[in-house]
């Protein structure tokens, strides 16, 4: 799978780049980074994060530095996704609304976590593992579940 069109800081680490696609994107220095990953276009990923296997990180987000991100963790960026626009065409690129999503630094997000169109979670945040964040999540909280809700403080 290619890397085409990436800047990498400086000592990052790409696990298995055969098996990541990413493209477009910026990677901070020290910056981990495991098998079946796809980064697109207009992303920044700060200095060493931790991005584990099978995470999808699409356009229009922003992730601060130190930030993990769980095994199969999936971004969403389009509140309305559909196929067909209505009067039957297929949709493309420019019919449809970018939505932007920030993770601020220190932040964690757990495996198998979802985070919908347009959030921002916040500096030393926890997402537990299978949540879906459907809204932001304030700093130094812990938020979990489906809907993700705040289930305390960061301690």
Not at 110 to 130: C, D, F, K, Q, Y
Request: charge should be negative; proline fraction near 6%.
């Amino acid at each position: 799978m290619p890397l085409k069109d990436v800047q990498l800081g400086v000592d990052v680490l790409i696990f298995q780049p055969d098996l990541v696609n990413l493209y477009g994107c910026f990677v901070g220095d020290e910056t981990r980074i495991g098998p079946f990953v796809e980064i697109q276009a207009g992303v920044r990923i700060g200095k060493k994060c931790k991005i584990s296997s099978h995470s999808f990180i699409c356009e229009g987000v922003e992730i601060a530095d130190g930030v993990f991100i769980g095994h199969g963790v999936m971004f969403t960026n389009d509140t309305y996704p559909r196929a067909l626009n209505p009067d039957g065409s297929i949709k493309g690129g420019g019919d449809w609304e970018l939505q932007r999503s920030t993770v601020g630094q220190g932040a964690s997000i757990g495996s198998n976590a979802t985070i919908l169109p347009g959030v921002r979670i916040g500096e030393n945040a926890m997402i537990a593992a299978g949540a879906v964040v459907v809204s932001d999540v304030p700093p130094n909280t812990i938020a979990a579940g489906v809907p993700c809700k705040v289930i305390g403080p960061v301690v």
